[in-house]
């Protein structure tokens, strides 16, 4: 077993919903009007940030296109919004959140997307994030704060709304590295492994498998995942999962 943990705090896109995919499908089809196209490479260094961060740097990476910040937002969030109300869940989160929350583990999604897009995501999955019991910071909540991750600001704001007394920056207490290590990031994306190893916490990595071969980064995370289906609660000090039940 590893740490003992008392809560969890959970990425949501790429992790919870299968919503990465529509962003790569999106921006390609805008990029491909160019001759471009977005390689996972460039991608691992998005994901996890700031709206505006991540289209900022994802057109760096392709000066010959003409088309200014904003057009891209705009278009991009055209594109999007056709697209959040068929999100789906991604195999096992069901079954995980309804687990911790019948054994009253407190749980809280961190996320880089605005409050907006949020409640578009999660538009058809209402009685889903019901389970969360309204504890989801969105990027908007911490807009000006931080650009994102890999700052560990997010996840540590997060630990706060549960009421954990935490901190608020990368330095801190003896008392609050305590309450920081009784928490567990799930993470697709290698920035947010790194926010979560910089916030005092364990990191569980749960990535795509294109990530895999490009993704590098100075912090480890505890554990590698191809699916939340894989992930064994008692390995970390929560309850196990009841047998035969599954989801």
Known sequence: MERKIEYVVFDMDGLLIDTERIYTEVTNDILGRYGKTMTWDIKAHLMGKLQLAS????????PSVEITIEQYLTES???????WPSVQLLPGV???IQHLVKHNVPIVVATASTRRNFDRKSENLKEFFDYFQ?????????????????????FLHAAGVLGKAVGTTEQCTEAEAVERSKGLVFEDAVYGVQAGKRAGM???????????GVASSPYVPDETLTSIEHFKPEKWGLPPYDIGISG
Do not use: M
Request: charged share 20%; glycine share 8%; net charge positive.
């Open 77 to 83: 969030q055209q594109k999007l919004d056709a697209r």
């Open 55 to 62: 289209a900022t740097h994802l057109l760096s990476c392709f």
């Open 202 to 212: 364990s990191v569980v990595w749960v990535p795509d498998e294109r990530l895999l």
């Open 94 to 96: 069901q079954r995980l």
């Open 134 to 154: 309204g504890n989801i910071v969105c990027g908007t909540d911490v807009a000006g704060k931080t650009a994102g991750k890999p700052d560990p600001y997010i």
